[in-house]
């Protein structure tokens, strides 16, 4: 069975500072991994994705993340925080399916 | 980019009503749809997965006869929550792709309900 970790629940962190977000997996065979971004009250945003090939992945809004097979982590970082970047942040992992499990969040704060 | 429309954003009802929640696919057409449940503060649970044209798949603990999903079209999914208790008032959101190999998921904004 698949599933993932978020071992962070709450993190905050000092605009400009740089911010990362851990995620563990647990998955049976090579995963698809994702994180996404969700605002209040909204849906999620797609940030970035790893399928395959170069384990250091860009997405969008400066965020990186990287995929480590013997350690099943895949920890999102961004080197200097916006205001805007407040909200709850999730890890996935699943297949080809895209039948995806998702972590139980982390929520980033901000603060001026 | 491809948008995923969902509505009502944000509906209540009464205990023992129906409630129908819509996803449309905007600019594609939405072979397969998820439907998740979002409690407060929680990540999203999978409810089911719907194709086109064929019976949705629950995910075990998920009721079919109280949460009826369907994919009649290959741009709009329904939730209907029927017979509605306090207990279902929750985030609902819903999911959708195209058709191929690692085409992209996109979701839509989420239907917040609340059964009185």
């Known amino acids: 069975a698949q599933s993932v970790t978020q071992p962070d629940i709450h993190i905050t962190v000092s605009e400009g500072a740089s911010l990362e977000l851990r995620c563990n997996y647990s998955?049976?065979?090579?995963?698809?991994l994702f994180w996404y971004v969700q605002s209040p009250g909204q849906g999620l945003q797609l940030l970035l994705k790893y399928f395959s090939g170069d384990t250091l992945v860009q997405g969008i809004k400066g965020f990186e993340a990287e995929f480590k097979r013997s350690q099943s982590s895949f920890n999102l970082r961004k080197p200097s925080v916006h205001w805007s970047d407040a909200a709850e942040y999730f890890c996935?992992?699943?297949?080809?399916?895209?039948?995806?499990?998702f972590g139980a969040g982390t929520t980033v704060t901000v603060r001026a | 980019g491809a948008v995923v429309s969902q509505h009502p954003s944000r509906v209540i009802c009464k205990s023992g009503t129906s409630v129908k929640i819509e996803c449309r696919s905007l600019?594609?057409?939405?072979?397969?749809m998820f439907w998740y449940r979002q409690f407060p503060k929680q990540s999203l649970m999978l409810m089911a997965t719907s194709n086109e044209g064929s019976k949705a798949t629950y995910e075990q603990g998920v009721e079919k006869d109280k949460f009826l999903i369907n994919h009649a079209s290959l741009t709009l999914s329904t939730l209907t929550v029927t017979s509605a208790h306090p207990e279902d008032s929750s985030f609902y959101i819903c999911s959708a792709r195209r058709r191929g190999h690692n085409s992209p998921l996109h979701f839509g904004n989420g239907t917040r309900l609340t059964v009185t």
């Open positions: 998955y049976g065979a090579t995963p698809y």
């Open positions: 600019d594609f057409q939405a072979t397969t």
């Open positions: 996935a992992v699943g297949a080809g399916d895209y039948k995806l499990s």
